[in-house]
């Protein structure tokens, strides 16, 4: 098998950083026309008649329509069309690249990082991530000395504009088959200021549900700040005040979502693909789900007690996706609210997860609190450690020993460290049942690495 290069500007989720910094407009050039001369096969290119088709969407980042600008003239160098849907949510870039027969798709975005960042995200013809391999031929397209462009081309890309919001809403009445009748739901939406302020709250709506939105105007200066599926205090605290059914919180992009109960308590991403996988049928006759390193041992051993296995990968959607694809299965996801439906979506969706939990209690004489608690869950520590060099511990020999003497010292805890895909972060994770030993073995660890 031929070894894949090491990756010098992709993460787990495509390219992300500071915007203006390590993020330029430069680099988005590059990036796009990387990208475009990929999916667009040479004898594709530079022809007016089968010119290539490029989807572009963005969340609402002060930086997003400086990169947009940047990797839209990178796209229609190589040769591609350019059809922008403007703010829109990341899934609805991957759905719509297939049914629109584009040749890929391309998001802005810097998910739930905080307001400086920004990213790009990259989906082939089919509306999945691209393959190591392939971000590696993107990443050679970059690092290109000198100018780019091609010798003799006639023919450049041209730009449109499209809003896609009427195709994602049909798309998701006919995925989700409303139905009239049945109790109708108080809802809380809390849109994080982000990419689904306005088509979570209509699409709600249109599935019947009584909705009372919260930062729900896109604003790229206060996108993900104390609100969203990273900050759930904001909507746990409306739910209470208001008196709803449920709370649910976006991330800046759109793609993860978390749920508060009723009591404004919050149910995790475990515990909402625990539940899809027990009340959906077509997921329930599987009787598997892949899940992450992250996922807790409660939930875990709760779905086996009813006969549901949980496969675990490493953390990102793009393990989960991998795992579902090659076990032939269909739901998945992680405890931040990834929750992929393969057999509707070819990633995570918010909204698309948000509505199907509110269908489950439409149609259940049980709370959120009541269908939560068939899952008791472990203590969990989760410390980011800021650091210069995240991964510089995994290639310190003497650390590692040491590292490996707290662990053994912890039989009861489960470890998991790892460097973030997306930050300057070390993420450590203790489990264990008793809350002192899995804060006590947390801090030790964390004190090996700072």
């Known amino acids: 098998?031929?070894?894949?290069?090491?990756?010098?500007?992709?993460?787990?989720?495509?390219?992300?950083?500071?915007?203006?910094?390590?993020?330029?407009?430069?680099?988005?050039?590059?990036?796009?026309?990387?990208?475009?001369?990929l999916v667009a096969p040479p004898a594709r290119r530079y022809?007016?008649?089968?010119?290539?088709?490029?989807?572009?969407?963005?969340?609402?980042?002060?930086?997003?329509?400086?990169?947009?600008?940047?990797?839209?003239?990178?796209?229609m160098l190589a040769g591609c069309d350019v059809v922008d849907m403007g703010i829109v949510p990341t899934p609805v870039v991957a759905l719509m690249t297939p049914r629109y027969k584009a040749a890929g798709g391309v998001m802005i975005t810097a998910s739930h990082n905080p307001v400086p960042d920004n990213g790009l995200k990259f989906f082939g013809p089919d509306g999945y991530k691209l393959s190591e391999a392939q971000e590696s031929a993107i990443e050679a397209a970059i690092n290109s000395a000198g100018r780019i462009s091609v010798a003799g081309q006639q023919l450049y890309g041209l730009h449109a504009w499209h809003d896609p919001q009427d195709d994602y809403l049909a798309w998701l009445r006919r995925s989700l088959k409303y139905k009239a009748g049945g109790r109708a739901l108080n809802i809380v939406l809390d849109c994080a200021h982000g990419a689904a302020s306005e088509l979570a709250p209509l699409a709600f709506r249109e599935?019947?549900?009584?909705?009372?939105?919260?930062?729900?105007?896109?604003?790229?200066?206060?996108?993900?700040?104390?609100?969203?599926?990273?900050?759930?205090?904001?909507?746990?605290?409306?739910?209470?005040?208001?008196?709803?059914?449920?709370?649910?919180?976006?991330?800046?992009d759109?793609?993860?979502?978390?749920?508060?109960?009723?009591?404004?308590?919050?149910?995790?991403?475990?515990?909402?693909?625990?539940?899809?996988?027990l009340n959906i049928p077509r997921y329930k006759k599987q009787g598997r789900a892949v899940m992450t390193q992250m996922t807790n041992l409660g939930v875990e051993e709760a779905l086996a007690a009813r006969g549901v296995q949980m496969l675990r990968t490493e953390v990102g959607d793009i393990q989960v996706m991998a795992g579902l694809r090659e076990n032939g299965l269909e739901l998945g996801g992680e405890q931040s609210g990834h929750i992929i439906m393969r057999d509707l979506a070819p990633g995570g969706d918010g909204i698309l997860a948000g509505l199907r939990l509110a269908q489950i209690l439409r149609g259940s004489k049980q709370s959120l609190a009541e269908l939560a608690a068939q899952f008791p869950q472990y203590p969990q520590k989760l410390t980011n450690?800021?650091?210069?060099?995240?991964?510089?511990?995994?290639?310190?020999?003497?650390?590692?020993?040491?590292?490996?003497?707290?662990?053994?010292?912890?039989?009861?805890v489960r470890f998991y460290l790892r460097p973030s895909g997306t930050e300057q972060l070390i993420r450590v994770l203790t489990e264990s049942k008793e809350r002192g030993t899995c804060d006590q073995a947390n801090a030790e660890i964390c004190a090996l690495l700072v």
């Open 385 to 412: 450690l800021k650091v210069a060099d995240k991964t510089a511990w995994q290639r310190d020999k003497a650390l590692q020993k040491k590292i490996a003497a707290v662990r053994k010292s912890y039989p009861q």
């Open 254 to 277: 759109g793609d993860r979502v978390l749920a508060v109960d009723g009591q404004g308590r919050a149910v995790s991403g475990d515990v909402i693909i625990a539940l899809f996988a």
């Open 1 to 37: 098998m031929k070894k894949i290069p090491q990756r010098q500007y992709f993460g787990t989720d495509g390219i992300r950083g500071r915007a203006g910094e390590s993020l330029t407009p430069e680099l988005a050039l590059r990036s796009g026309y990387g990208f475009g001369c």
């Open 207 to 252: 599935a019947g549900h009584s909705v009372h939105s919260i930062c729900a105007v896109p604003d790229g200066e206060k996108i993900n700040v104390k609100c969203g599926a990273t900050h759930l205090e904001r909507v746990a605290r409306e739910v209470r005040h208001t008196g709803a059914d449920l709370g649910l919180a976006f991330d800046g």
């Open 47 to 75: 022809n007016a008649k089968t010119q290539p088709v490029v989807l572009l969407g963005r969340d609402p980042r002060l930086s997003s329509p400086m990169l947009a600008s940047a990797i839209s003239s990178g796209l």
